[in-house]
Every structure is written in structure tokens, then in C-alpha cells.
Nanobody
Framework: QVQLVESGGGSVQAGGSLRLSCAAS????????MAWFRQAPGKEREGVAA????????HYADSVKGRFTISQDNAKNTGYLQMVSLKPEDTAMYYC??????????????????????WGQGTQVTVSS
């Protein structure tokens, strides 16, 4: 049974930084795609970034390129989302998700929530102006 637990959310002012963590358990081998999604009130859940933990390839939404960095520490089975230059529009509940095998880059499939079988409980990020 795969379990994901996020941490690191909080409240910051615009321009600030936060680092989210996602501790994964239940995977025997490091062969899965880990992604971060976010959902603001009244909006759909959107993919932010993803990483294939075996090869290290990454994907980013255009809205966060150059500001967010996704990474993975396989020794700790923990993924990270480093967020800098935060904007008020980044305010949302952030979720960690995972699915077996590589991320699906074609047609932006890695950004589709239904492609992921495992989800964390979410951590709130609030950016004030």
C-alpha cells in the first residue's frame, strides 16, 4: 500500500519561498512518477510539476517554470517542491501524487490528475500580497 504524506506548507508574503516535502512509503523499487498538484477554491486541480524518480526527468507547468523546482531524494523516499518568488495566485492546497512507472509527457498527460493512483492529504500554501 503506497502512502504519501506532505509537509511544509504555510503562509508567506509575495516574493517569499517555501519547500514542500512528500514522504512516500510502500514502494519496493524507485520506479514511479511523483507529481505535485494544486487546487484553489472554486478551481480545478492542476498539475504543477512532476519527476520520474528513477531517471530524474522533470516536467513543469508554464505558470511555475523558473520559480518552482521539483526534486527527489531516493535514499529518503522523499520528494520536494522548492517554490521561490511566490505570488498570491500560487495560493492553493498542494497535493503530492504518485503512479507507477515514468511520468507521461505526451500531450501533458503528467498534468492529468486521473493518471495518478496515489494521493497525499494535501498541505495549504497561502501567499499574501
Amino acid at each position: 500500500q503506497v502512502q504519501l504524506v506532505e509537509s511544509g506548507g504555510g503562509s508567506v508574503q509575495a516574493g517569499g519561498s517555501l519547500r514542500l516535502s512528500c514522504a512516500a512509503s510502500g514502494y519496493t523499487y524507485a520506479d514511479y512518477c511523483m507529481a505535485w498538484f494544486r487546487q484553489a477554491p472554486g478551481k480545478e486541480r492542476e498539475g504543477v510539476a512532476a519527476i520520474y524518480v528513477r531517471g530524474g526527468s522533470t516536467h513543469y507547468a508554464d505558470s511555475v517554470k523558473g520559480r518552482f523546482t521539483i526534486s527527489q531524494d531516493n535514499a529518503k523516499n522523499t520528494g520536494y517542491l522548492q517554490m521561490v518568488s511566490l505570488k498570491p495566485e500560487d495560493t492553493a492546497m498542494y497535493y503530492c501524487a504518485a503512479d507507477d512507472g515514468p511520468c507521461l509527457p505526451y500531450g501533458g498527460s503528467w498534468m492529468v490528475a486521473s493518471e495518478y493512483n496515489y494521493w497525499g492529504q494535501g498541505t495549504q500554501v497561502t501567499v499574501s500580497s
